[in-house]
């Protein structure tokens, strides 16, 4: 019985490692796939590998050394990416405005006038934060990171400030306030000489203290104390209800759903091959072409089909208004389509089995989503300039990419984002078409 | 003549399949390839069909040139019936047919003829609806002669329709090839098994090793073989020392 099964797996081993593709498969497909995302998330998470970091625009108003204070301490906090122009010169608020309304930048932080002022009398400090609303995720790594910045820049002064506001919302009368104030001001004195002999005591002992250790115990809804004033902008045609990972999902797993199938759909060209049929086609009174052209209508047409009822079943379920601009739409979705059929039809004139075919085809399906963006967001953080070349060079960047950003930022055909991406996969398309035709001309009409 | 071939070489690579192949077939002739597996059959019948491009020698058309690889009106004067089936089996038989019928450039009633014409000589009309993948080997067989045959070529070139087919299949098939044959059309046809070449061809051509060593009719080539009443087996036998089963 053992020995059966001993003799039974050997007979398979060997054939297995015998047979050259499925073993590149086995071994190279899953070494791609870490590579791949290793490359990504070492791009996104950086190098301390607890938090990505979250890119942030920054409007400096103020100018003064305290400006310099607040974002020495956001860069400290290792949650943001503080992006100046290139050139270093700050933003302004309406170029910040722009970006933020382009989806070229999704937070910008403005520090106002008289922030330096307002650190020095106690007042809360006036800033404010120019966003994107519906991007949730980035949304509270800016917000703990400017609590923990601004807990840090205060040394934990922040506190009555903002009990205060939150005092007078409520409505007490100012006289309230004043005696709150001071039984704050002694809490915070003697908490403050406690922490003081606390932190030389530990200096002393050689034990390690935690930057900004002041305000990290301030975490989940009190990020809500943020002392910012909020200025979202949102394309007024955006629905309310959207948010930004369901649009990014739609997207990103609708291309790569695309792929596979049309991956799958340029492979019949080998089944036919391998079943007689091609011969049979070739042998007919049709053009030989028009076997290969045949292949793109059919592979086109179920791209098609394959995102309509993506876009329409998740339009049913989540109701996110996906057909407010039907043309701008329609154009992505054509050329999405054309730059897939050609790839699938690359991959089968490519590959001399159906096997290999798979693949490959699996191969290259998993780690361009995986560098293009479709399964992590990758827009929403900062990248490093390999990392975003790399990414740049898949098809998934551009199909995804055009997709998000006129179903996220309402982006039309006027604008250049989409005509990029449209352009660049139209170029793919003819390119990998054109290397099909030679290819098929190649491996399947000499002999 | 219809078709003469003369001197037709074709190596898959560095490896000779077929070297120097030279036979005739006349209008209303069946003519037959007749030898043991890898005596280079196929090849020859894809060079003819024009799925190979790459032949040396000659072949003539009514005494044209022929050129079917590139010339898409040389090719439909040929009907070719691969020795592997060659079928979409998620299709129905009458879908199979009505495919293949439009890509030879049939269409309306002239289609729906030829295909209800097809099954009928076939025997499948019952089947028609059926998908191919469910059909036994038999009728799969006759459905890729069926194909094959819809545009009523002017020659027909059937690679060993006949492998692998139970006898009763096998009976129905030479009952279609011979029908063709009455009426008149010619018929080029591969086989290993003399005694379907000694029934239903005219002439025979014994392929071996990629030439032709002899060619005639069966009473002809056993003349030469030196015993009258000698079938192909052993005129085959005489010529190589060797059974026509062998393995090439
Ligand atoms: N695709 C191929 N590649 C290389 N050699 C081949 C190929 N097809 C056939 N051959 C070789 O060519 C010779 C003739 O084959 P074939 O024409 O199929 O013979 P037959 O049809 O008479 O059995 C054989 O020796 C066979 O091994
Ligand atoms: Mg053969």
Request: aromatic share 8%.
């Amino acid at each position: 019985m053992i020995r059966a099964a001993w003799i039974l797996a050997a007979k398979d081993l060997r054939l297995f490692f015998r047979d050259r593709t499925a073993l590149l498969f086995a071994f190279l497909l899953p070494v791609a796939i870490v590579l791949a995302f290793g490359f990504i998330m070492s791009g996104v998470f950086g190098e301390q590998g607890s938090m990505g970091r979250v890119s942030l625009l920054l409007v400096d108003r103020d100018g003064r050394e305290a400006s310099t204070g607040l974002t020495d301490a956001l860069e400290r906090t290792g949650m943001v990416r503080l992006r100046l122009r290139p050139g270093g010169r700050p933003w302004t608020v309406e170029e910040a405005r722009r970006q933020v309304e382009d989806g070229e930048a999704h937070h910008a932080l403005v520090i106002e006038e008289g922030f330096a002022e307002a650190l020095v009398s106690g007042e809360l400090p006036p800033l404010r934060l120019i966003r994107d609303p519906g991007r949730a995720m980035e949304d509270r790594i800016v917000r703990a990171a400017l609590l923990q910045a601004m807990m840090e820049l205060t040394q934990g002064g922040l506190w009555v400030p903002v009990m205060r506001r939150s005092l007078a919302d409520l409505g007490m009368d100012p006289e309230g306030i004043e005696t709150v104030t001071r039984f704050l001001r002694g809490i915070q004195e003697t908490l403050g000489a406690f922490l003081g002999a606390r932190r030389a005591e530990g200096a002393a002992g050689g034990a390690e203290e935690a930057p900004g250790g002041g305000g990290s115990f301030l975490e989940g809804d009190f990020l809500a104390l943020v002392p910012v004033e909020m200025e979202d902008h949102a394309p007024p045609d955006r629905p309310k209800e959207a948010t930004f990972m369901l649009i990014h999902n739609i997207a990103g797993m609708g291309v790569m759903m695309l792929m596979f199938g049309l991956a799958a759909a340029g492979r019949t060209l080998l089944e036919e091959r391998d079943q007689g049929t091609l011969r049979r086609l070739l042998l007919s009174r049709a053009p030989r072409e028009s076997v290969l052209l045949g292949k793109f209508f059919s592979t086109f047409l179920t791209g098609l089909v394959q995102l309509a009822v993506v876009f329409v079943v998740g339009e049913m379920v989540f109701r996110v208004d996906l057909f407010r601009d039907p043309l701008t739409l329609g154009v992505l979705v054509l050329s999405t389509c054309l730059a897939v059929t050609a790839f699938g039809l690359l991959l089968g004139t490519w590959c001399r089995t159906t096997r290999q075919a798979d693949g490959l085809g699996t191969l290259l399906i998993l780690v361009m989503s995986a560098l293009g963006g479709a399964w992590m967001p990758l827009g929403q953080f900062a990248l490093p300039p390999a990392v975003e070349l790399a990414s740049k060079c898949t098809l998934t960047y551009w199909a995804v990419g055009g997709i998000e950003s006129h179903l996220w930022n309402s982006q039309g055909l006027d604008h250049p984002v989409i005509q990029t991406a449209i352009l660049v996969q139209l170029a793919f398309a003819v390119a990998a078409s054109l290397l099909a035709r030679s290819l098929f001309h190649r491996r399947f009409l000499s002999g | 003549m219809l078709l003469e071939v003369d001197g037709l070489r074709y190596a898959y690579g560095e490896r000779l399949a077929v070297q120097g192949v030279s036979f005739e077939v006349a209008p209303g002739e069946v003519f037959g390839l007749l030898g043991p597996n890898g005596a280079g059959k196929t090849t020859t019948i894809l060079c003819l069909a024009g799925v190979f491009r790459r032949w040396e020698g000659e072949i003539r058309w009514e005494g044209e040139p022929f050129r079917p690889a590139e010339r898409v009106g040389d090719r439909a004067r040929l009907g070719w019936v691969p020795q592997e089936l060659a079928l979409y089996e998620g299709l129905s038989g009458r879908e199979n047919l009505e495919f293949f019928g439009r890509l030879q450039g049939l269409r309306g009633t002239a289609l729906a003829e030829a295909v209800d014409r097809a099954l009928g000589l076939a025997g499948l009309a019952d089947r028609a609806r059926d998908r191919v993948r469910s059909w036994s080997g038999g009728m799969k067989r006759r459905l890729n002669i069926a194909i094959g045959d819809l545009h009523r070529p002017g020659l027909l070139l059937c690679d060993e329709p006949t492998v692998g087919v139970d006898p009763q299949s096998r009976n129905h098939i030479f009952d279609r090839l011979q029908t063709l044959k009455n009426e008149g059309r010619a018929l080029l046809y591969t086989t290993h098994y003399m005694e379907e070449a000694q029934r239903l061809c005219d002439r025979v051509g014994i392929i071996h090793e990629g030439r032709i060593i002899a060619c005639g009719t069966a009473r002809e080539l056993a003349a030469a073989a030196g015993d009258p009443d000698a079938d192909l087996e052993q005129v085959f036998l005489h010529l190589t020392g060797r059974h026509l089963r062998d393995e090439g």
